[in-house]
């Protein structure tokens, strides 16, 4: 069965310096697809980066990363130079079988992002 | 403005009294589905759609209902509800896959956040 597990619950950076959250998954499909989500204190989900399993290089959006590494099964979150904006939780999720319509996506349980000033 | 309309954003009831959240999207998506958050548990599907009046459980179900009239509503249906059904719900779409958008990323609602007294 499909899993995803996000093991800092809560993290807090310095403003400007470069964070790392992390996300590993289990999967036994060959093709999935891994999402990050931020949600502000204001509650709504906006979805930040996608990384398709047969992409061959790490999404790029802006100051996040996707650092994907295929035989480990992560796909940890790089967001370079901080902002005090980026304080939220964030959320990793993952699709299998990229090419279905059937497939619903799951989610990690989250890591509460803190910047300091 | 493309969007997905949740309503109400706030509730507070009492157990057992009947209560419907509506949910619309505007982007002709196929798909939709309803999710709750929890601390600690992230966000958990509770039924899905892939189109109109074609519904499957996801992996919270119970206590809930759905229907699927119509290609823009999605309501959720709390019968009887129960205090253990307080949350923050949320209601998304996406479009079918393969289509237009190659990630297949979910859009969606503001969040509705229920409180079961």
């Known amino acids: 069965a499909q899993k995803i597990t996000q093991t800092q619950p809560g993290m807090f950076v310095q403003e400007k310096e470069a964070v790392t959250l992390d996300c590993t998954y289990d999967?036994?499909?060959?093709?999935?697809?891994l999402f990050w989500y931020k949600q502000p204190s204001s509650g709504e989900m906006i979805f930040l980066i996608y990384?398709?399993?047969?992409?061959?290089q790490n999404a790029t959006e802006g100051r996040y990363s996707l650092n994907f590494q295929k035989a480990r099964k992560s796909a940890n979150l790089v967001i370079s130079a901080s902002q005090l904006g980026d304080s939220a939780m964030y959320f990793c999720a993952m699709r299998e079988g990229v090419d279905s319509s059937a497939s619903k996506i799951i989610f990690g349980s989250g890591t509460r992002l803190s910047i300091r000033p | 403005e493309a969007q997905v309309t949740q309503n109400p954003r706030y509730l507070i009831t009492v157990t057992g009294k009947k209560l419907t959240v509506t949910c619309s999207q505007n982007m002709n998506h196929e798909y939709m589905s309803w999710y709750r958050q929890d601390p600690g548990l992230g966000l958990r599907q509770i039924y899905y759609s892939m189109n109109v009046e074609v519904t499957d459980k996801g992996d919270v179900p119970e206590g809930y209902k759905v229907s699927r009239k119509e290609k823009r509503n999605f309501p959720l249906i709390l019968e009887s509800p129960s205090p253990n059904q307080t949350s923050l719900y949320f209601c998304?779409?996406?479009?079918?896959?393969?289509?237009?958008?190659?990630?297949?990323?979910?859009?969606f609602g503001e969040g509705s956040r229920l409180t079961v007294l």
């Open positions: 990384q398709g399993s047969y992409d061959e």
């Open positions: 999967t036994s499909d060959q093709s999935y697809g």
């Open positions: 998304a779409s996406r479009p079918r896959i393969p289509g237009d958008r190659v990630t297949g990323e979910l859009f």
